[in-house]
């Protein structure tokens, strides 16, 4: 079955990791998100490993080691975390990613890019803050 929308994994694991640390009062390590999300302990790894180069966390090792929020939630919406990992989301008109249709009018309307616009205000408007 084909889906119209999906996230990646990496997003997947942004999007819910970030929420998770959005709502704890401690650092919470790689094992325990991989844990609650039910993702690969690597995978988790090399994601929030992008998330603290690009400040949206600490990070510290060691056994009592973990990550923070370096920003106030309700400061880092859905959309950055997203781009973090996917990059810039993009508005294309052609669904088939064509520079020329044989047609007067594209025989998918408008649709391709009405949902890559609703897509990217549904994230723009929300911050970790509306997860808590």
Known sequence: MSKIITLSEAASIALHGMILIAKSDV?????????????SRH???KIFQRLAKENFVSSNRGPSGGFLLKMDPKDISLLDLYEVIEGPVQVQGCPGDKERCPFDRCIMGDIAEEL?????????GRSLADYL
């Not at 390590?29 to 844990?35: A, F, M």
């Open 27 to 39: 650092k919470l390590n790689v094992n325990q998100i991989s844990e609650e999300i039910s993702s």
């Open 116 to 124: 890559a616009c609703q897509f990217r205000d549904y994230l723009r």
């Open 43 to 45: 995978h988790v790894a």
